[in-house]
């Protein structure tokens, strides 16, 4: 895309428009000055700041112009202490307008361009502007030849409006409050007119789209004169009325040294904002254009836009937790995305979308990331408004370091998309893990028997102890049968197990099989079913 500069060979008809898009955050005094005395800026048909300037200015457009561009006659010093400038380069047989749906008072969705050249009288080789906070705006602009009239328009938009690769101009369309700036230069200059015209559709005056505003007339107004401008005038332009130095490398087609603008070649003019009631309109882009005649809905030839874009906004996000901070499993995390104007006529709105990266060890949530729920519309007032996430359910997730990231397209007021991740911790928390601590308690089964005989008689033969899972001596052998053998021995023998490895858990119910194997027939044998439950508390 080209920047806005001003077209045409002559300065006998330039239509000229120009609004920045710089917005005020408070409001302005306007002091009893015009925009050529206020002492801002020295509109005097040069572009070198001067100590000879009436009244003395302390910038003009060789402190607009970056030091780094290639000089001309003069250097370019840089460093304007406007709230903005810009300054641009057109190209040669660049874009131009095409098709008849390419005018003023259409809606720009059909306007059309193409590749393509101008007579050079309508070829613009560089545009320029600069707004101080006092609400007063400078533009400018140069052509590369003076061999007839030409039209010039400046329109700037609250949304973002230039050539698409498509052959049309967007994304977006003309919306109410986009302005348009023409400065007419007739009767090769010496009649110089500023009319400023508002986006008004459908309703506008002036067929059925825009709107003059009050106080802009086809009265002289030459910053210069003659006739003489009066203190107080809020708007001006002027035209070079001889041969003048560049301060950045230009060329005309008409014989001038390089380096100097012949006459009818340079141009500036000043607007007072804050008279017309627009010192806190954020634009976002602008066009220049080439036209055909003074009329609004005169055929449009060349243009040249980009962006000048003055309102920004900030985007600033923090989660509820606080940065870095440890919550416990089942919490719900929340963020809290904060837009900051820079204009506090203008606050931020749409919607905020919110995303979150995790479990991550480093890094940020800079990309990706799974989106938190629906997106939220921004709320407040003052140039500053904020939204809060849905909430993120940390039930169940696996634990560690979790990260938000915040995106907002922008609005009419602040264009681009803003997305803030945070650095560090700044946007992250941490999810901690769990433990818990399970208890069974077990022990070792042993048993003992005691055999007896009714008379005294000795015991020979065999005991067995057999461990089941029952509480009935049957089924599932917990433990093969230890055995013992006797020989001899007397009545009232006691007998032990000796289990040290067969445990059992708390609460289970097993069962002892002791069995007496006689082998003696004059002694008989015996056995028995012992029952074990036994309950410990954990």
Not at 16 to 24: E, G, I, K, Q, R
Request: a negative charge.
């Amino acid at each position: 895309m080209r920047t806005p500069l001003f077209k045409g060979r002559s300065p006998n008809r330039l239509v000229l428009a120009l609004v920045t898009a710089m917005s005020l955050t408070i409001a302005v005094v306007v002091p009893a000055y015009a925009v050529h005395d206020v002492g801002l800026f020295q509109l005097d048909r040069n572009a070198q700041t001067s100590a000879q300037s009436t009244p003395p200015a302390a910038e003009d457009w060789d402190k607009v112009c970056p030091a780094s561009t290639p000089p001309g006659a003069v250097a370019c010093i840089g460093g304007s202490t406007a709230q903005a400038t810009t300054f641009d380069t057109d190209v040669a047989n660049g874009s131009i307008f095409t098709g008849g749906g390419s005018k003023d008072d259409l809606n720009t969705t059909g306007w059309q361009w193409k590749n393509g050249s101008v007579p050079d009288k309508d070829d613009l080789a560089h545009g320029y502007a600069a707004r101080y906070a006092s609400g007063f705006l400078y533009f400018g602009a140069d052509r590369i030849a003076n061999n007839g009239d030409s039209q010039m328009g400046f329109w700037f938009f609250l949304g973002n409006v230039g050539p698409l690769s498509n052959g049309t101009f967007g994304p977006d369309a003309h919306q109410n409050g986009d302005i348009l700036v023409l400065s007419d230069f007739t009767n090769g200059g010496a009649a110089v007119t500023v009319r400023v015209f508002e986006w008004h559709s459908p309703g506008g005056a002036i067929n059925g789209t825009l709107d003059l505003l009050a106080g802009t007339t086809t009265t002289p107004a030459d910053c210069l004169g003659p006739p003489p401008i009066a203190n107080g005038d809020h708007f001006c332009a002027t035209v070079n009325t001889a041969q003048t130095p560049s301060p950045w490398a230009f060329t005309e087609k008409g014989g001038t040294p390089s380096g100097y603008f012949a006459t009818g070649e340079f141009y500036e003019g000043g607007i007072d904002l804050g008279f017309l009631g627009l010192q806190n309109e954020c634009f976002s882009s602008f066009l220049a254009e080439t036209r055909s005649s003074q009329s609004v809905d005169a055929t449009l030839k060349d243009f040249v836009g980009g962006q000048f874009a003055v309102c920004n906004a900030t985007l600033s996000t923090t989660p509820s937790t606080g940065a870095g901070g440890i919550v416990t499993p089942g919490t719900v995390v929340t963020d809290t995305a904060t837009v900051t104007g820079s204009n506090a006529t203008k606050t931020p709105s749409g919607d905020v979308t919110f995303y979150i990266c995790g479990p991550i060890a480093t890094g940020t949530c800079a990309t990706g990331g799974t989106q938190v729920g629906s997106a939220k519309t921004l709320s407040g007032s003052g140039g500053i408004a904020t939204a809060t996430s849905d909430g993120f359910d940390t039930t169940g997730i696996t634990a560690g370091r979790y990260c938000f990231r915040a995106t907002w397209p922008g609005d009419s007021n602040y264009t681009g998309t803003l997305t803030h991740s945070g650095t560090g911790d700044s946007e992250c928390f941490y999810v901690s893990d769990t433990s818990a601590t399970a208890t069974a308690q077990n022990w070792l089964p042993n048993d003992s028997a005691t055999i007896t005989t009714g008379s005294g008689s000795l015991l020979n033969g065999t005991l067995s102890f057999t461990l089941y899972s029952s509480n009935d001596c049957t089924g599932t052998v917990l433990r093969a049968a230890e055995s013992y053998t006797l020989t001899n021995a007397a009545s009232g023998s006691t007998f032990n197990t000796t289990n040290s490895t067969t445990t059992v858990l708390a609460s289970t119910t097993v069962s002892w099989k002791v069995v007496f194997t006689s082998s003696s027939s004059l002694v008989g044998s015996s056995s028995k079913c012992e029952v074990t439950t036994l309950t410990i508390v954990n």
